[in-house]
Protein backbone atom coordinates (compact mmCIF):
# COMPACT_ATOMS: atom_id res chain seq x y z
CA UNK A 1 0.00 0.00 0.00
CA UNK A 2 0.70 3.74 -0.43
CA UNK A 3 -0.57 6.27 1.42
CA UNK A 4 -0.62 9.34 -0.13
CA UNK A 5 -1.21 12.99 1.06
CA UNK A 6 -2.32 16.55 -0.33
CA UNK A 7 -2.17 19.39 1.84
CA UNK A 8 -3.78 22.14 0.29
CA UNK A 9 -4.25 25.77 2.11
CA UNK A 10 -7.66 24.50 3.52
CA UNK A 11 -8.01 20.85 4.19
CA UNK A 12 -5.46 17.96 4.17
CA UNK A 13 -6.45 15.25 1.69
CA UNK A 14 -5.35 11.51 1.67
CA UNK A 15 -5.53 8.39 0.63
CA UNK A 16 -4.37 4.63 0.17
CA UNK A 17 -3.28 3.55 -3.37
CA UNK A 18 -3.50 -0.47 -4.17
CA UNK A 19 -2.01 -1.47 -6.86
CA UNK A 20 -2.24 1.55 -8.17
CA UNK A 21 -6.09 1.78 -7.42
CA UNK A 22 -7.02 4.93 -5.20
CA UNK A 23 -9.44 4.44 -2.45
CA UNK A 24 -11.95 6.79 -1.19
CA UNK A 25 -10.53 10.44 -0.42
CA UNK A 26 -10.26 11.34 3.43
CA UNK A 27 -10.75 15.03 3.61
CA UNK A 28 -9.93 16.88 7.42
CA UNK A 29 -9.89 19.85 8.38
CA UNK A 30 -6.29 20.16 10.03
CA UNK A 31 -7.23 23.56 11.74
CA UNK A 32 -9.12 21.83 14.45
CA UNK A 33 -7.32 20.97 17.97
CA UNK A 34 -7.86 18.04 17.95
CA UNK A 35 -6.83 17.23 14.21
CA UNK A 36 -3.38 15.61 14.47
CA UNK A 37 -4.90 12.96 17.37
CA UNK A 38 -7.85 12.44 14.54
CA UNK A 39 -5.27 11.27 12.12
CA UNK A 40 -3.01 9.31 13.78
CA UNK A 41 -6.32 7.46 15.11
CA UNK A 42 -7.23 7.39 11.83
CA UNK A 43 -3.21 5.98 10.06
CA UNK A 44 -3.42 3.82 13.22
CA UNK A 45 -5.97 1.52 11.29
CA UNK A 46 -4.46 1.45 8.07
CA UNK A 47 -2.12 -1.28 6.99
CA UNK A 48 1.23 -0.09 7.39
CA UNK A 49 2.53 1.84 3.90
CA UNK A 50 6.02 0.79 1.70
CA UNK A 51 5.68 4.62 0.97
CA UNK A 52 3.99 7.94 1.86
CA UNK A 53 4.26 10.54 -1.01
CA UNK A 54 3.35 13.72 0.44
CA UNK A 55 2.24 17.23 -1.89
CA UNK A 56 1.94 20.58 0.64
CA UNK A 57 1.62 23.86 -0.86
CA UNK A 58 0.45 24.56 3.36
CA UNK A 59 3.04 25.35 6.10
CA UNK A 60 6.33 23.73 6.35
CA UNK A 61 5.16 23.31 10.24
CA UNK A 62 2.26 21.42 9.24
CA UNK A 63 4.28 19.04 6.64
CA UNK A 64 7.18 18.38 8.97
CA UNK A 65 4.20 17.18 11.86
CA UNK A 66 2.69 14.90 9.02
CA UNK A 67 6.08 13.33 8.29
CA UNK A 68 7.29 12.75 11.98
CA UNK A 69 4.05 11.04 12.33
CA UNK A 70 4.69 8.85 9.63
CA UNK A 71 8.32 8.08 10.59
CA UNK A 72 7.03 7.40 14.42
CA UNK A 73 4.11 5.34 13.01
CA UNK A 74 6.14 3.27 10.37
CA UNK A 75 9.83 3.76 11.22
CA UNK A 76 11.98 3.49 7.93
CA UNK A 77 9.36 4.21 5.71
CA UNK A 78 9.99 5.71 2.32
CA UNK A 79 9.37 9.44 2.23
CA UNK A 80 8.16 10.91 -1.04
CA UNK A 81 8.33 14.48 -1.54
CA UNK A 82 7.91 15.79 -5.05
CA UNK A 83 9.12 19.23 -5.79
CA UNK A 84 8.04 21.56 -8.96
CA UNK A 85 11.13 21.07 -11.65
CA UNK A 86 11.88 21.75 -15.13
CA UNK A 87 10.23 18.51 -16.30
CA UNK A 88 9.01 15.66 -15.23
CA UNK A 89 7.12 12.27 -16.25
CA UNK A 90 6.68 13.93 -20.63
CA UNK A 91 5.69 17.40 -18.77
CA UNK A 92 7.09 20.34 -19.38
CA UNK A 93 7.24 23.33 -17.03
CA UNK A 94 6.35 26.66 -18.25
CA UNK A 95 7.40 28.67 -16.10
CA UNK A 96 10.49 31.00 -15.69
CA UNK A 97 11.68 29.87 -12.43
CA UNK A 98 9.67 26.16 -12.42
CA UNK A 99 10.37 25.55 -8.62
CA UNK A 100 8.23 28.63 -7.78
CA UNK A 101 5.13 26.77 -9.95
CA UNK A 102 2.97 25.24 -6.77
CA UNK A 103 3.71 21.96 -6.39
CA UNK A 104 -0.29 20.66 -6.70
CA UNK A 105 -0.41 22.64 -10.08
CA UNK A 106 2.87 20.70 -11.02
CA UNK A 107 1.67 16.88 -10.17
CA UNK A 108 -2.01 17.96 -11.67
CA UNK A 109 -0.33 18.41 -14.53
CA UNK A 110 1.26 15.54 -15.10
CA UNK A 111 -1.87 13.59 -14.21
CA UNK A 112 -4.12 15.21 -17.07
CA UNK A 113 -1.09 14.32 -19.44
CA UNK A 114 -1.03 10.50 -18.32
CA UNK A 115 -4.83 10.25 -18.24
CA UNK A 116 -6.68 12.90 -19.82
CA UNK A 117 -4.04 13.26 -22.73
CA UNK A 118 -4.89 16.05 -25.58
CA UNK A 119 -4.71 19.54 -25.56
CA UNK A 120 -6.09 19.77 -21.95
CA UNK A 121 -6.93 22.93 -19.65
CA UNK A 122 -6.46 21.60 -16.15
CA UNK A 123 -8.62 23.88 -13.09
CA UNK A 124 -8.25 23.35 -9.46
CA UNK A 125 -11.18 25.11 -7.69
CA UNK A 126 -9.25 25.18 -4.15
CA UNK A 127 -8.92 27.40 -2.07
CA UNK A 128 -7.41 29.10 -4.64
CA UNK A 129 -8.76 28.57 -8.20
CA UNK A 130 -5.65 27.75 -10.56
CA UNK A 131 -5.97 27.25 -14.38
CA UNK A 132 -3.46 25.59 -16.21
CA UNK A 133 -3.22 25.12 -20.08
CA UNK A 134 -1.36 21.74 -21.35
CA UNK A 135 -0.57 20.78 -24.75
CA UNK A 136 -0.88 16.90 -25.85
CA UNK A 137 2.78 17.10 -26.49
CA UNK A 138 3.24 17.80 -22.43
CA UNK A 139 4.66 21.38 -23.01
CA UNK A 140 2.50 24.00 -19.76
CA UNK A 141 1.65 26.86 -21.45
CA UNK A 142 1.71 29.07 -17.94
CA UNK A 143 -1.60 29.44 -15.97
CA UNK A 144 -3.57 31.66 -13.88
CA UNK A 145 -4.91 32.35 -10.26
CA UNK A 146 -7.33 33.51 -8.55
CA UNK A 147 -9.04 33.72 -5.26
CA UNK A 148 -11.70 30.27 -4.60
CA UNK A 149 -15.20 30.58 -4.01
CA UNK A 150 -14.85 31.07 -0.35
CA UNK A 151 -12.21 33.73 -0.28
CA UNK A 152 -13.91 35.57 -2.46
CA UNK A 153 -17.11 35.36 -0.38
CA UNK A 154 -14.76 35.73 2.86
CA UNK A 155 -13.44 38.96 1.73
CA UNK A 156 -16.63 40.36 0.99
CA UNK A 157 -17.78 39.42 4.30
CA UNK A 158 -14.88 40.73 5.88
CA UNK A 159 -14.21 44.10 4.05
CA UNK A 160 -18.01 45.18 3.84
CA UNK A 161 -20.26 46.67 6.89
CA UNK A 162 -23.46 45.07 5.11
CA UNK A 163 -22.80 41.46 3.42
CA UNK A 164 -23.23 38.60 5.24
CA UNK A 165 -20.72 35.03 4.66
CA UNK A 166 -23.54 32.77 3.23
CA UNK A 167 -22.84 29.63 2.33
CA UNK A 168 -26.47 28.52 0.56
CA UNK A 169 -26.75 26.91 -2.99
CA UNK A 170 -25.66 29.25 -5.78
CA UNK A 171 -26.84 29.30 -9.46
CA UNK A 172 -25.67 32.02 -12.04
CA UNK A 173 -29.11 33.68 -12.30
CA UNK A 174 -29.83 37.06 -11.23
CA UNK A 175 -30.57 37.23 -7.57
CA UNK A 176 -33.37 39.58 -5.33
CA UNK A 177 -31.75 38.69 -1.96
CA UNK A 178 -27.79 39.65 -0.91
CA UNK A 179 -26.92 36.17 0.18
CA UNK A 180 -28.07 35.00 -3.18
CA UNK A 181 -26.70 37.94 -4.77
CA UNK A 182 -23.26 36.66 -3.52
CA UNK A 183 -23.28 33.23 -3.84
CA UNK A 184 -24.63 33.37 -7.74
CA UNK A 185 -22.09 36.52 -8.31
CA UNK A 186 -19.19 34.65 -7.02
CA UNK A 187 -20.30 31.69 -8.50
CA UNK A 188 -20.43 33.26 -12.00
CA UNK A 189 -16.83 35.16 -11.74
CA UNK A 190 -15.66 31.94 -11.14
CA UNK A 191 -17.30 29.88 -14.15
CA UNK A 192 -16.73 33.29 -16.59
CA UNK A 193 -13.08 33.01 -15.26
CA UNK A 194 -12.80 29.74 -16.84
CA UNK A 195 -14.72 30.30 -19.82
CA UNK A 196 -13.09 33.29 -20.75
CA UNK A 197 -9.40 31.53 -20.37
CA UNK A 198 -10.71 28.53 -22.54
CA UNK A 199 -12.38 31.64 -25.14
CA UNK A 200 -9.13 33.54 -25.45
CA UNK A 201 -6.85 30.46 -26.54
CA UNK A 202 -6.37 30.07 -30.24
CA UNK A 203 -7.87 26.43 -29.75
CA UNK A 204 -9.83 24.27 -27.85
CA UNK A 205 -8.51 22.26 -25.12
CA UNK A 206 -10.91 19.68 -23.05
CA UNK A 207 -11.74 20.79 -19.39
CA UNK A 208 -10.43 18.74 -16.50
CA UNK A 209 -11.75 19.88 -12.90
CA UNK A 210 -10.12 18.91 -9.41
CA UNK A 211 -10.31 20.83 -6.17
CA UNK A 212 -13.50 21.14 -3.49
CA UNK A 213 -15.75 23.34 -5.54
CA UNK A 214 -15.07 21.07 -8.47
CA UNK A 215 -18.06 19.72 -8.69
CA UNK A 216 -20.05 22.64 -8.00
CA UNK A 217 -18.34 24.53 -10.89
CA UNK A 218 -18.93 21.95 -13.43
CA UNK A 219 -23.02 22.05 -13.06
CA UNK A 220 -22.71 25.96 -14.14
CA UNK A 221 -20.36 25.87 -16.76
CA UNK A 222 -21.56 26.35 -19.91
CA UNK A 223 -18.70 24.28 -21.41
CA UNK A 224 -17.91 20.42 -20.85
CA UNK A 225 -15.89 19.57 -18.31
CA UNK A 226 -14.07 16.13 -16.39
CA UNK A 227 -14.31 16.23 -12.61
CA UNK A 228 -11.67 13.82 -11.01
CA UNK A 229 -10.60 15.06 -7.66
CA UNK A 230 -7.84 12.77 -7.81
CA UNK A 231 -5.67 14.62 -10.03
CA UNK A 232 -2.43 15.33 -7.75
CA UNK A 233 -3.15 11.48 -5.51
CA UNK A 234 -2.46 10.40 -9.67
CA UNK A 235 0.49 12.79 -9.61
CA UNK A 236 1.93 11.77 -6.62
CA UNK A 237 1.72 7.52 -7.78
CA UNK A 238 4.34 8.82 -10.64
CA UNK A 239 7.09 9.63 -8.25
CA UNK A 240 6.39 6.23 -6.38
CA UNK A 241 8.42 3.04 -6.87
CA UNK A 242 6.47 -0.01 -7.44
CA UNK A 243 3.49 2.05 -8.64
CA UNK A 244 1.35 -1.71 -9.06
CA UNK A 245 2.73 -3.09 -6.31
CA UNK A 246 0.88 -3.63 -3.26
N1 LIG B 1 -16.79 20.19 3.41
C1 LIG B 1 -16.01 21.18 2.99
N2 LIG B 1 -15.08 21.71 3.82
C2 LIG B 1 -14.27 22.70 3.40
N3 LIG B 1 -14.33 23.22 2.17
C3 LIG B 1 -15.23 22.74 1.31
C4 LIG B 1 -16.10 21.70 1.66
N4 LIG B 1 -16.88 21.42 0.59
C5 LIG B 1 -16.52 22.25 -0.38
N5 LIG B 1 -15.54 23.08 0.03
C6 LIG B 1 -14.92 24.12 -0.78
O1 LIG B 1 -13.68 23.58 -1.16
C7 LIG B 1 -12.65 24.55 -0.98
C8 LIG B 1 -11.40 23.84 -0.55
O2 LIG B 1 -11.09 22.92 -1.54
P1 LIG B 1 -9.81 22.02 -1.42
O3 LIG B 1 -9.64 21.40 -2.75
O4 LIG B 1 -9.90 21.13 -0.24
O5 LIG B 1 -8.74 23.16 -1.15
P2 LIG B 1 -7.21 23.15 -0.85
O6 LIG B 1 -6.61 22.11 -1.78
O7 LIG B 1 -6.81 24.52 -1.17
O8 LIG B 1 -7.03 22.79 0.60
C9 LIG B 1 -13.16 25.52 0.05
O9 LIG B 1 -12.65 26.79 -0.21
C10 LIG B 1 -14.67 25.47 -0.12
O10 LIG B 1 -15.10 26.48 -1.01
C1 LIG C 1 -1.82 28.67 -6.05
C2 LIG C 1 -1.83 27.82 -4.79
C3 LIG C 1 -1.93 28.72 -3.57
C4 LIG C 1 -3.10 26.93 -4.85
O1 LIG C 1 -3.21 26.23 -3.62
P1 LIG C 1 -4.56 25.54 -3.14
O2 LIG C 1 -5.72 26.38 -3.56
O3 LIG C 1 -4.62 24.20 -3.85
O4 LIG C 1 -4.44 25.37 -1.67
C5 LIG C 1 -0.58 26.88 -4.72
O5 LIG C 1 -0.51 26.11 -5.89
C6 LIG C 1 0.69 27.67 -4.54
O6 LIG C 1 1.04 28.05 -3.45
N1 LIG C 1 1.42 27.93 -5.67
C7 LIG C 1 2.67 28.62 -5.69
C8 LIG C 1 2.65 29.77 -6.64
C9 LIG C 1 2.35 29.41 -8.07
O7 LIG C 1 1.90 28.29 -8.37
O8 LIG C 1 2.62 30.25 -8.93
K1 LIG D 1 -6.30 25.24 -5.82
Known sequence: MILLVDIGNSRLKWTQAEAGVLKPTIFMDYRQADFPERLREFWLSIP????????????????????????????????????????????????????????????????????????TCVVDCGTAITIDFIESDGRHLGGLISPGLFLMKKSLADNTAALPFSED???????????????????????????????????????????????MLARHLAVPSIVDGGLVFKGLLNYCRNENAS
Open 48 to 119: APKQVAMASVSENALTILLVDMARALWPGVELIMPQSSQTAFDVKNAYTEPEKLGVDRWLALQAAHRYYPGD
Open 169 to 215: QADTSLAIVTAAAINNGTLLAAAGLVEAALARQPKAYQLVLSGGDGD
